[in-house]
């Protein structure tokens, strides 16, 4: 059974840093692209990233460039996103979702192309 579990969110205050992991059970996660994405209050779900199957296949969303830091750590099965520089605007829940075909498309903000998603973890920015 496919089953994606994300965890690291918490509150924090503007400035700091957080580390989010996916971590997924049932199969392998180098095998698939996964996306981050995040749901702020009143807001639509949003993309973060996406990393493929080849590592090298990396995209962020513009306002996320340089901030934010996708990788992947094969032994925990995990794919983690190191977020620096915080702000409160960064407030939200915050996704993980895998793609079973592995490739991050110029079409990677879609959610509809995304066949697993987690529960998610709240990440809260306030001073």
């Known amino acids: 059974q496919v089953q994606l579990v994300e965890s690291g969110g918490g509150s924090v205050q503007p400035g700091e840093s957080l580390r989010l992991a996916c971590a997924g059970s049932?199969?392998?996660?180098?095998?698939?692209?996964t996306g981050w994405f995040r749901r702020a209050p009143g807001k639509e779900r949003e993309v973060v990233s996406c990393m493929g199957s080849n590592p090298g296949n990396i995209k962020y969303a513009d306002s996320f460039e340089g901030r934010f830091t996708v990788s992947r750590d094969n032994a925990k099965n995990t794919v983690n996103l190191q977020m620096d520089n915080l702000k409160s605007e960064d407030t939200a829940m915050y996704y993980c979702?895998?793609?079973?075909?592995?490739?991050?498309?110029?079409?990677?903000?879609?959610?509809?192309?995304?066949?697993?998603w987690g529960q998610g973890t709240q990440v809260t920015v306030s001073s």
């Open positions: 979702a895998i793609n079973v075909r592995g490739t991050c498309s110029d079409y990677y903000a879609r959610t509809t192309l995304y066949d697993y």
């Open positions: 049932g199969f392998s996660m180098e095998k698939y692209s």
